[in-house]
């Protein structure tokens, strides 16, 4: 089965992820199609489950919706879920590109990777703040992505928590050149440049491009190459 590479190779600049969280839902198609005319390189979407985080958002249908709407669009699901493993056929049949699964909830990450990659999509391990950085790097020889979770997960427009830059710093050289690092959570035209800094090379922001009257000048300025701007309101 033929995967998108989009996290296959080493990035010459930034990848942007646009996290749909935020997003107008009455208004998504358009919603996510401007995102990627402002220079996203990829839609994030967050599942959440109400057992695993404390929040319910979206399923498949929403994953299949916009495959339909963006035949183009890198998808890339982040399933905040206790028993990702009963996901993965569902979005790979609903159009996704990558799975990233909590490594929390997860005995055998090799095994729920290779699932993954066998169901035609890349597969991300990610951590919360608090989890042992150990536990990733156990785990990591399969996997195309490592997403560090910089706020406790289950909302949009949390406060970065800037202990997590350590994990950033210790994952980073651990990986290969075909494995990315995925910082989500907080991170805004302020906290990406720390971010970029200490390795992330793949950044996710909700509220930070959502929330901005300008979605150019918000994908720039997460890339670092504008300045931040006043928020909406
Ligand atoms: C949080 C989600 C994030 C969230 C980011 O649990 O995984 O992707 O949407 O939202 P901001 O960028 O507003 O912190
Ligand atoms: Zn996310």
């Given at each position: 089965?033929?995967?998108?590479?989009?996290?296959?190779?080493?990035?010459?600049?930034?990848?942007?992820?646009?996290?749909?969280?935020?997003?107008?839902?009455?208004?998504?198609?358009?919603?996510?199609?401007?995102?990627?005319?402002?220079?996203?390189?990829?839609?994030?979407?967050?599942?959440?489950?109400?057992?695993?985080?404390?929040?319910?958002?979206?399923?498949?249908?929403?994953?299949?919706?916009?495959?339909?709407a963006l035949p183009e669009a890198f998808i890339d699901v982040h399933l905040m879920v206790t028993a990702p493993q009963t996901f993965v056929e569902q979005f790979a049949d609903a159009g996704a590109d990558h799975l990233t699964f909590h490594i929390e909830v997860v005995p055998a990450p090799?095994?729920?990777?290779?699932?993954?990659?066998?169901?035609?999509?890349?597969?991300?391990?990610?951590?919360?703040?608090?989890?042992?950085?150990?536990?990733?790097?156990?785990?990591?020889?399969?996997?195309?992505?490592?997403?560090?979770?910089?706020?406790?997960?289950?909302?949009?427009?949390?406060?970065?928590?800037?202990?997590?830059?350590?994990?950033?710093?210790?994952?980073?050289?651990?990986?290969?050149?075909?494995?990315?690092?995925?910082?989500?959570?907080?991170?805004?035209?302020?906290?990406?440049?720390?971010?970029?800094?200490?390795?992330?090379?793949?950044?996710?922001?909700?509220?930070?491009?959502?929330?901005?009257?300008?979605?150019?000048?918000?994908?720039?300025?997460?890339?670092?190459?504008?300045?931040?701007?006043?928020?909406?309101?």
């Amino acid at each position: 089965m033929t995967r998108k590479t989009l996290f296959a190779d080493p990035p010459t600049r930034p990848l942007i992820g646009a996290s749909i969280l935020s997003a107008d839902f009455a208004r998504l198609g358009c919603e996510a199609q401007a995102v990627l005319e402002a220079g996203a390189d990829f839609l994030h979407l967050d599942v959440m489950d109400g057992h695993f985080v404390p929040n319910l958002t979206m399923g498949p249908d929403v994953c299949r919706s916009l495959r339909a709407a963006l035949p183009e669009a890198f998808i890339d699901v982040h399933l905040m879920v206790t028993a990702p493993q009963t996901f993965v056929e569902q979005f790979a049949d609903a159009g996704a590109d990558h799975l990233t699964f909590h490594i929390e909830v997860v005995p055998a990450p090799a095994e729920l990777v290779e699932i993954i990659h066998q169901a035609g999509m890349t597969a991300g391990l990610a951590m919360n703040p608090d989890t042992d950085v150990a536990r990733i790097a156990a785990n990591l020889e399969p996997a195309d992505l490592v997403l560090v979770m910089s706020v406790q997960p289950g909302f949009a427009g949390q406060a970065f928590l800037p202990g997590v830059l350590e994990h950033i710093r210790t994952i980073r050289p651990m990986l290969r050149d075909d494995q990315r690092l995925e910082i989500d959570g907080g991170v805004n035209g302020r906290t990406a440049g720390a971010c970029r800094e200490a390795g992330g090379d793949a950044l996710v922001a909700a509220s930070a491009i959502f929330g901005c009257e300008d979605y150019d000048q918000a994908v720039a300025a997460l890339r670092g190459t504008a300045s931040v701007l006043p928020r909406r309101n």
